[in-house]
């Protein structure tokens, strides 16, 4: 059989904190996103947070009229949030969990305990013909309500194993991994489309990359973090490479 495609989504967030930094114009999230795209990102990701931390509403317009890949929204399940999504109308939308204090979205979103409160969103969003994701960790309850909320694509939150990776904690990186492709096969076998993020790099990338279950990447802090020193365009390109390499392996 063929080896399934991965897509790479690149997320700009942090072109747009370091925008707000000086509180002017530049540097430019959409001129980051058609970059990327003309380096080989399948898609653009973009997280617009209740306090504009650093994407603005102006942003997503412009990102939903200016590029010619899909637009993943991510938001808070708020009404002032679904009330811009349906406006933009972007290819999908992303739920994750938002609060204030955290640096950055810590943890996967509680579809067992707000299952009452995501129906009718998720209901929304999809009969706007929007896609709906939900930023969820690898748990088997958490996957099973996503399935019966008839979200149809997860996307595992995989920070906690890229941070276990990056400190050197091997028993913990395994015991996190081991939870990702579980999680990964169960998703799949319930027939959502899997996607991940959070925490990833080149060497992680190219590691989930092996899993077939997975049709999408999205990575933001750390390609913009590579990007200072090399460019966006080549650290696309790096990372896809990566990806490439992981991928291989399922054709091998």
């Known amino acids: 059989m063929p080896v399934p ?124 013909g929007i896609r709906v994701s939900l930023f969820i960790s690898a748990d088997p309850q958490q996957i099973e309500m996503a399935a019966r909320l008839r979200a149809p694509v997860i996307e595992i939150h995989t920070g906690g194993w890229c941070d276990a990776v990056v400190d050197g904690h091997a028993a913990k990186a395994e015991a996190e991994w081991q939870r990702i492709v579980a999680g990964a096969k169960l998703a799949r076998a319930a027939g959502l489309e899997v996607h991940a993020g959070h925490g990833l790099d080149y060497q992680t990338s190219e590691t989930i990359a092996g899993l077939p279950e ?7 802090y750390f390609m913009m973090g590579e990007a200072l ?15 490439d390499r992981g991928r291989q392996r399922l054709a091998g």
């Open 5 to 128: 495609p991965l897509r790479l989504g690149i997320n700009v967030d942090h072109v747009a904190t370091l925008r707000n930094a000086r509180g002017g114009a530049r540097p430019d999230p959409v001129r980051a996103a058609l970059i990327a795209i003309e380096a080989g990102a399948d898609g653009i990701t973009a997280h617009l947070r209740e306090d504009r931390r650093h994407i603005r509403d102006t942003d997503m317009e412009r990102l939903k009229a200016e590029i010619s890949k899909p637009l993943n929204f991510e938001m808070a399940a708020t009404p002032d949030m679904l009330r811009i999504s349906l406006g933009v109308k972007p290819h999908a939308v992303c739920l994750v969990p938002e609060r204030r204090e955290e640096l950055t979205t810590e943890g996967g979103l509680d579809v067992v305990g707000q299952h009452n409160a995501l129906a009718p969103f998720i209901a929304r969003l999809s009969d706007a």
């Open 214 to 220: 997975l049709a999408e990447l999205n990575i933001g």
């Open 229 to 243: 020193f090399v460019g966006l365009g080549e650290t696309v390109r790096s990372m896809r490479a990566a990806m």
